[in-house]
């Protein structure tokens, strides 16, 4: 079964303290693994696509890699403005014409000034 | 406005009444995704429209769901005869073409009482 775990379910930081947040997966072809970002009362918002093992995306503070089991969304001197729900999404390979999206249940990060 | 657009934002109803919840993607989006997001949990896939059709309903819990798209734009999400697990927020997305970028709406939260 294609399924999403996140580790932790919630992270507190100090500003400025890094850390990194997992997302293990199994999928019998992955199309594409995402992360997403979620403020209290909004939707996610999209953060990176990773397609294949190896391959590492970054964005300000936030960079994203990817095995062949797990990703991992590293947070470098966290401000807190980056306090938020994280989500994993996996997107499978096969199941016909579907597009649909598998994501876990999120890791809330607090950044403590 | 340049996102998706989602009313009402805060739906409270009582068990055994009609429901409908509607989302305006942005414009020129072919791709539109219906999600369900209970508390404490990440997004639940519901259905994926590409054009007017349905290309994949596998995510409706039970016939009480319906979604229909009639004119490739906006679309509707009915539930009948609601009950109160149904209480959820619902969130809608919509993406270019086929990929896991989607841009999802802030919402529309349901309560059954």
């Not at chain 1, 089991?69 to 994280?86: C, G, M, R, V, W």
């Not at chain 2, 934002?9 to 997001?37: F, M």
């Not at chain 2, 109160?84 to 709406?105: H, K, M, N, W």
Request: with cysteine; aromatic share 10%.
């Amino acid at each position: 079964e294609d399924q999403v775990t996140q580790s932790p379910e919630a992270l507190r930081l100090q500003e400025g303290e890094s850390s990194s947040l997992n997302c293990s997966y199994t999928v019998s072809g992955l199309r594409g693994l995402f992360w997403y970002r979620q403020d209290p009362g909004k939707g996610p918002e999209f953060l990176f696509t990773l397609y294949s093992a190896g391959e590492e995306k970054e964005k300000e503070r936030l960079k994203a890699t990817l095995t062949k089991k797990e990703s991992f969304l590293h947070i470098t001197a966290p401000k807190p403005e980056d306090s938020a729900t994280y989500l994993c999404a996996i997107r499978p390979l096969f199941g016909g014409a579907t597009n649909k999206l598998i994501f876990g249940t999120g890791t809330l990060l607090a950044v403590q000034p | 406005g340049a996102g998706v657009s989602q009313t009402p934002s805060n739906k409270v109803t009582e068990k055994g009444k009609y429901v409908e919840l509607r989302c305006d993607p942005i414009s020129g989006h072919t791709a539109l995704y219906w999600y369900r997001q209970s508390l404490g949990q990440g997004p639940e896939f519901l259905i994926y429209f590409q054009g007017t059709g349905a290309a994949d309903d596998s995510g409706l819990p039970n016939d009480r769901f319906f979604a229909v798209r009639p004119e490739g734009s906006v679309s509707t999400l009915k539930i009948q005869r609601t009950e109160r697990g149904d209480s959820a927020v619902y969130l809608c997305a919509s993406s270019v073409l086929e990929t896991g970028e989607l841009f999802f709406g802030e919402g529309s939260r349901l309560t059954v009482l």
